[in-house]
C-alpha cells in the first residue's frame, strides 16, 4: 500500500511558457538520486515542463520527446551528474520496463525524470516527487504535486515556496 504524501500542493499554469518556468524552478534545485514521476493525459504538457527541466537544470541538449528510443541520457557542464529523461508511453509491459536499466540508474544515483510514471509506479522507489498534470478549460494545466520522503520532501517544499513568492 501506498504510504500516504508528506508534502502536497497544487499550482495552475496559464500557458506553456508558464509551465516551462516551474520546470526550470524545479530543474534548478535538482540534484543526485532524485526522482521526479510524471502522469497526466496526453498533450497535458509533461514534455513542455520536462523542457524546462532541463533548462534550468543546464542539460547539454533540449529535453524533447522521444522518437524511438525511451531512454535519453543527458549530462551538463561542470559536473558528473546524468539527468535521464524516460517516456513511458510506448512501454510494452513490465519485461520491457525490467529492460530500461532503472536499477542502475537508480543505483548511479542519477536524476530520474519520468513521462507516464504511472506506468510503472510499482517499479519507482517509494521516494519521489510525483507531478500530475491535468488539463482545465483554455491553456490551463492543474499540476497536483506530491512527494514522499526526506529529500523528496525538502525539494518539493523549496520549489512550492519559489513558486509561491514567483506570483
Ligand atoms: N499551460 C500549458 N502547459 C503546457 N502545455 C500547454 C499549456 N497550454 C497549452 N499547452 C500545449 O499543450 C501541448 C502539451 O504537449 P506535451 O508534448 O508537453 O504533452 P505531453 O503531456 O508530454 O503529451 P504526451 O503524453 O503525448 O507526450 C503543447 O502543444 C503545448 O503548447
Ligand atoms: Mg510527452
Partial sequence: ?????????????????RSEALGAALGRLLGAGD???LSGPLGAGKTV???GIGLGWG??????????????EHERAG???????????RIAG?????????????AADDILIL??????????PAQRLWVDIAHRPGQQREFNIEAQG?????????????????V
Avoid: K
Fill in 1 to 17: 500500500m501506498r504510504s500516504p504524501p508528506q508534502v502536497e500542493f497544487q499550482t495552475i499554469s496559464s500557458s506553456p511558457q
Fill in 35 to 37: 526522482v521526479v514521476a
Fill in 49 to 51: 515542463f520536462c523542457r
Fill in 59 to 72: 542539460a547539454d541538449r533540449p529535453l524533447t520527446s522521444p522518437t524511438y528510443n525511451l531512454v535519453h
Fill in 79 to 89: 559536473d558528473d551528474l546524468r539527468l535521464i529523461h524516460i517516456d513511458l508511453y
Fill in 94 to 106: 513490465a519485461d520491457d520496463a525490467h529492460s530500461l536499466g532503472l536499477e542502475d540508474y537508480l
Fill in 115 to 124: 513521462e507516464w510514471a504511472e506506468r510503472i509506479a510499482d517499479a519507482l
Fill in 150 to 166: 526526506e529529500r523528496p520532501c525538502a525539494l518539493g517544499e523549496t520549489w512550492r515556496r519559489q513558486i509561491a513568492a514567483a
